[in-house]
């Protein structure tokens, strides 16, 4: 899930960024302090999200997310503003929420938890879910959920059940897109875990951690670019 901030405030949009990176994995794909460079944006990249301020130069917030609420593609926006008087405006157009300045800290993580968690209700699959993987010169099918983590080895995806290894001729970006999100992680560049199969999580250096995975003796690192994100969803 991933997220524009729009806000002729610098101050503002380096909060409202650290609120997101802190409390949530929804990640930030740019931010705007003109509100026609980011319908550009929204235009050419469709991001899930949209945080907008409404009192904004050259295209008001209110005017840019009446054109987005339009879009083909439901983009989710949150109005976070200083003026009361366009709640009214805002839900017409089906803001997902509208929140007024100076805002608290639960009141924007409240809004990010709740943004996530309609993201995981939309990505729910069955654990059942059957996965096909070669071994060898045959191609075995395997529930999703057996796979305990996946390793990138230079051009090829290692998978690991308790009991067996996968190797796929694909990068591990490629192979992350046949996993369920809700189900897995990508903790490091070269690493993807299985949040069901994680049996202890040990401090490390620099603030990061070490995970051990139940019925393996490899660990899976946890990068510093993901600590947060990672925390969060452990409720560390």
């Not at 976070?80 to 366009?86: G, K, S």
């Not at 309609?118 to 099918?141: A, G, H, M, Q, Y």
């Not at 305990?148 to 059940?161: K, L, M, N, P, S």
């Amino acid at each position: 899930m991933n997220c524009i901030v729009v806000d002729d405030e610098y101050p503002a949009r380096e909060e409202l960024k650290h609120f997101i990176s802190e409390f949530s994995s929804i990640k930030i794909e740019g931010e705007f302090d003109d509100s026609i460079k980011a319908l550009e944006f929204i235009e050419k990249n469709k991001p899930d999200i949209v945080f907008l301020d409404i009192n904004m130069p050259r295209l008001d917030g209110m005017a840019l997310g009446r054109i987005v609420n339009n879009f083909e593609k439901k983009i989710i926006v949150v109005f976070i503003t200083a003026y009361r008087e366009h709640a009214v405006d805002a839900f017409e157009i089906e803001a997902f929420d509208y929140i007024l300045k100076p805002y608290s800290e639960d009141r924007i993580v409240g809004t990010l938890k709740k943004l996530e968690r309609i993201e995981r209700d939309r990505i729910k699959v069955p654990v059942s879910k059957k996965i096909t993987l070669r071994k060898e010169n045959k191609l075995k099918v395997i529930d999703v959920a057996e796979i305990c983590f996946c390793e990138a080895q230079e051009r090829e995806t290692v998978i690991y059940t308790s009991n067996d290894k996968y190797i796929e001729n694909c990068s591990i970006s490629e192979f992350q897109k046949k996993l369920p999100s809700n189900m897995f992680f990508k903790t490091h560049r070269s690493y993807i875990v299985n949040l069901d199969k994680i049996n202890e999580i040990i401090p490390w250096f620099n603030n990061t951690y070490m995970i051990k995975i139940k019925g393996l003796s490899q660990e899976v690192p946890v990068s510093r670019n993901n600590i947060n994100s990672f925390k969060h969803l452990m409720g560390i």
